[in-house]
């Protein structure tokens, strides 16, 4: 079975330029999630998502951060504009429990660089 | 809002060795999760735990629930360089979202 496949792994940009983020969760979770990683910090939750609906946003910096789950499958995390401060580790995540309860499987991250 | 410690912050040890680490909490949780991440990698899932004193084994990993609900326990025994890697716990109250620590970094010598 594919794990939680996530891309680009790298992206390097200038800041005030937009980036996106793709992710594809495990076939049959219905819940997915977005985190942030700092470096040397444990993730944390920016969105979570039931389906198409986000049910938990309210970590998400909404001037400048957007996503999306139109299908209830696959998920982009939009950045616009990036500022120095966004350079972080993009992961995310899917469960196969709703109510964001259950085991979480995270994909592989992308890894944002903005100069 | 809520917050897990967990200590160590990081460990150098010998292959070989047992290892130790623990996160704590200032809030009662119902659910406790260890992950392990690798250099360049996303967190893969270790251990789960559901129940208040549990104690679970995935191989030479062990870990615990707290009787408090308020902490977590990871054990690992016999270290071999594979363990390298940065140890979260996190812990889930209900349907609210799961909080992670900080990480416990493990380094091994060979």
């Known amino acids: 079975e594919a794990g939680v496949v996530q891309s680009p792994r790298y992206k390097i940009i200038e800041k005030k330029q937009p980036v996106a983020f793709w992710c594809n969760p495990i076939s049959g979770h219905n819940t997915l999630y977005w985190y942030l990683q700092n470096l040397g910090q444990g993730p944390e939750l920016l969105i979570r998502?039931?389906?198409?609906?986000?049910?938990?946003d309210s970590q998400l910096p909404k001037d400048r951060f957007s996503a999306e789950r139109l299908k209830g499958v696959d998920s982009t995390l939009k950045i616009q504009p990036a500022e120095l401060g966004d350079s972080a580790v993009y992961l995310c995540a899917s469960s196969l429990l709703r109510g964001g309860t259950g085991e979480l499987f995270f994909g592989e991250g992308s890894r944002l660089t903005v100069l | 809002g809520q917050q897990l410690n967990q200590s160590p912050q990081s460990m150098f040890i010998q292959e070989g060795e047992d290892v130790s680490m623990n996160c704590t909490s200032s809030s009662i949780f119902n659910t406790w999760l260890w992950y392990k991440q690798d250099p360049g990698e996303g967190p893969v899932l270790l251990i789960a735990?559901?129940?208040?004193?549990e104690l679970t084994s995935n191989g030479r990993l062990t870990a615990q629930f707290g009787i408090t609900r308020k902490d977590s326990f990871l054990n690992i025994s016999a270290s071999i360089p594979s363990d390298v890697g940065i140890y979260f716990c996190?812990?889930?109250?209900?349907?609210?979202?799961?909080?992670f620590g900080q990480g416990t970094r493990l380094t091994i010598n060979p």
């Open positions: 996190a812990g889930q109250r209900g349907a609210q979202k799961l909080v």
């Open positions: 735990l559901y129940k208040a004193g």
């Open positions: 998502y039931e389906n198409e609906e986000a049910v938990d």
